[in-house]
T-cell receptor
Framework: GAGVSQTPSNKVTEKGKYVELRCDPI?????LYWYRQSLGQGPEFLIY????????DSGLPNDRFFAVRPEGSVSTLKIQRTERGDSAVYLC??????????????FGPGTRLTVL | DAKTTQPNSMESNEEEPVHLPCNHS???????IHWYRQLPSQGPEYVIH???SNVNNRMASLAIAEDRKSSTLILHRATLRDAAVYYC?????????????FGTGTRLTIIP
């Protein structure tokens, strides 16, 4: 079946602009996660949705970052007033159950964001 | 979250077994040990997880020390496709604590 998809695959923007990154999870998966990965580092957690609500947004670095999942499926990560330090690969993952630890997460290929 | 220590890099010859170690000395009694790997230019993928007993699946085996302060991921016969960064991740069993806390992992190079 179809895996997690993310669009766009690459996004180049200018400092100060607004960007939206989209994630389509595996159909039926109730849990959705966003991570970002800087060069040479492991992925860093940003936010986790269970259904439509954000169950844990402790990883969002500041109030320029916001994510929504209005219908419990597709999610959009929104970044306002982008900064060069926001350049990274943004990864989305989904899983079928919200009860840890049986929580295998399926990752998408990521969106590479470059802020000039 | 429990801290983990993994070698930065390892090399192995193709078709030989690979043992990837992970130290997690601060792990709690209810933390599961998960392993994910990330192939080049891809998102991470789940490999295996366990609590106390050794675990096997089609991808790998996981050997967990009796005191649970360390574990070893075993690839029985490495192929070129196994070249990736491997992450050892303790995860709490509490409902709601869903995030994966990745370290820097071990970069595994397979030599043809």
């Amino acid at each position: 079946g179809a895996g997690v998809s993310q669009t766009p695959s690459n996004k180049v923007t200018e400092k100060g602009k607004y960007v939206e990154l989209r994630c389509d999870p595996i159909s039926g998966h109730t849990a959705l996660y966003w991570y970002r990965q800087s060069l040479g580092q492991g992925p860093e957690f940003l936010i986790y949705f269970q259904g439509t609500g954000a169950a844990d947004d402790s990883g969002l670095p500041n109030d320029r970052f916001f994510a929504v999942r209005p219908e419990g499926s597709v999610s959009t990560l929104k970044i306002q007033r982008t900064e060069r330090g926001d350049s990274a690969v943004y990864l989305c993952a989904s899983s079928s159950r919200g009860l840890a630890p049986y929580n295998e997460q399926f990752f998408g290929p990521g969106t590479r964001l470059t802020v000039l | 979250d429990a801290k983990t220590t993994q070698p930065n890099s390892m090399e192995s010859n193709e078709e030989e077994p690979v043992h990837l170690p992970c130290n997690h000395s601060t792990i709690s009694g209810t933390d599961y040990i998960h392993w994910y790997r990330q192939l080049p230019s891809q998102g991470p993928e789940y490999v295996i997880h366990g609590l106390t007993s050794n675990v096997n699946n089609r991808m790998a085996s996981l050997a967990i020390a009796e005191d649970r302060k360390s574990s070893t991921l075993i690839l029985h016969r490495a192929t070129l496709r196994d070249a990736a960064v491997y992450y050892c991740i303790p995860m709490r069993s509490n409902f709601g604590n869903e995030k994966l806390t990745f370290g820097t992992g071990t970069r595994l190079t397979i030599i043809p």
